[in-house]
């Protein structure tokens, strides 16, 4: 622990496994408390859990939260208020996928990718910033995807869902910088990462998980598929006051996919 985040007040979505766990851990780490939401509860008190195990009681807390409730927002930055003392650092990770190409792509899934990928974000910033305000400099980091930058013919609603959280995020970067608010907000595109994600996807194709990496790890340059703190990481320097003249811009975590 080197104090990066010292001070900050986080709340993190889709906190209770894979990627989320990781960010709210590694800002933990970093100094920040954390409110950890998760529409899993017992995963969500499962992670400030272990959290607090190895930095102590009070330093992460768990909280059941449905991204695409308005309301349960309110709830969450209620709840940011009371058991972490404020907020000044979101982060927006909370995320599906749907199968299916532009044909076969069921349109209740297509509704309930944008919900959660992109209408997320935007009821969190709204109900967020007040609160954000009164503990600025704030960050708000929103976990997009290499596939809102690159597109797929198998992945209309998460290629479409993703462009919209890059986009959106640089609307809320410039509004925050227009207002004054000493609030940035910045977007993070992560290709493919080894979380239980990726465990799903191996069960769904009848493939051996090991397979499934090696496959995936021939599309990357680099040649191996991320782990979950290759990404914390990088929301642990967007948090922190290091990343305070970088605001509206996308981070690329892709391996050099995007370079090709």
């Known amino acids: 622990m080197t104090g990066r985040c010292e001070g900050k007040l986080a709340l993190v979505t889709g906190a209770a496994q894979g990627l989320g766990r990781a960010h709210a851990t590694r800002l933990a780490e970093e100094g920040a408390r954390v409110l950890c939401t998760d529409i899993n509860g017992a995963g969500a008190e499962e992670t400030a ?3 607090n195990d190895q930095l102590g009681d009070g330093t992460a807390f768990g909280f059941q939260h449905d991204v ?6 309110e709830a969450a ?3 940011a208020r009371e058991k972490i003392g404020g907020l000044n650092v979101l982060v927006n990770n909370a995320g599906i996928g749907v199968g299916g190409n532009i044909e076969t792509c069921d349109f209740d899934d ?4 944008f919900a959660i990928n992109v209408d997320s974000i935007f009821h ?13 400099p704030g960050s708000i980091v929103n976990i997009s995807s290499i596939a809102g930058l690159i ?3 198998t992945m209309p609603a998460y290629n479409s869902s993703k462009a919209a959280v890059w986009m959106l995020s640089k609307s809320i970067a410039l509004h925050c910088a227009k207002k004054n608010m000493q609030i940035r907000c910045n977007s993070v595109h992560p290709t493919f990462v080894d979380t239980p994600i990726l ?8 493939l051996d998980k090991g397979v499934l990496m090696d496959k995936l790890a021939r599309q990357i340059p680099l040649k191996f598929v991320g782990e979950p703190n290759d990404i914390a990481n990088a929301v642990v320097y967007l948090a922190s006051d290091e990343s ?3 605001t509206g811009a996308e981070l690329k975590l892709d391996g050099g996919i995007s370079a090709m």
């Open 49 to 51: 859990s272990l959290i």
């Open 68 to 73: 695409t409730d308005p309301g349960q927002w």
């Open 77 to 79: 930055v209620d709840a």
């Open 110 to 113: 297509w509704k309930r990718c």
């Open 124 to 136: 969190g910033c709204q109900k967020a910033l007040p609160l954000m305000r009164e503990h600025a």
């Open 151 to 153: 597109a797929s013919d």
């Open 199 to 206: 465990d799903g996807t191996a069960k769904n194709h009848n």
């Open 244 to 246: 305070r003249f970088m």
